[in-house]
Nanobody
Framework: QVQLVESGGGLVQTGGSLRLSCAAS????????MGWYRQAPGKQRELVAG???????NYADSVKGRFTISRDNAKNTVYLQMNSLKPEDTAVYYCNAAIIPRGSILQRAYWGQGTQVTVSS
């Protein structure tokens, strides 16, 4: 089975940095887009950043210039480097990946379990 496992969340002060990682494992044929979403209390889940298998990226306006998404295709891993963190970045961050499992022709979206990021003022 395919699973995504995240790591790297935590508590940081305003202006600090964190790096999130998400590794996909299991019976995987291919991975297309990988990305990070976040959900703050009382708010809808929103896209933070995405990256294609070829390395094209997109970001939410609120994180442009502060966050950087990258991936290591050999390790099936996506990263989110978060700099200049603000209290409004506080949320649960979820990894997402569009994956075709081995033995399947269908691509589907997989989600990680989420990791808490808290930025104190």
């Amino acid at each position: 089975q395919v699973q995504l496992v995240e790591s790297g969340g935590g508590l940081v002060q305003t202006g600090g940095s964190l790096r999130l990682s998400c590794a996909a494992s299991g019976s995987i044929f291919s991975i297309n887009v990988m990305g990070w979403y976040r959900q703050a209390p009382g708010k809808q889940r929103e896209l933070v950043a995405g990256i294609t298998s070829g390395g094209s990226t997109n970001y939410a306006d609120s994180v442009k210039g502060r966050f950087t998404i990258s991936r290591d295709n050999a390790k099936n891993t996506v990263y989110l480097q978060m700099n200049s963190l603000k209290p409004e970045d506080t949320a649960v961050y979820y990894c997402n990946a569009a994956i075709i499992p081995r033995g399947s022709i269908l691509q589907r979206a997989y989600w990680g379990q989420g990791t808490q990021v808290t930025v104190s003022s």
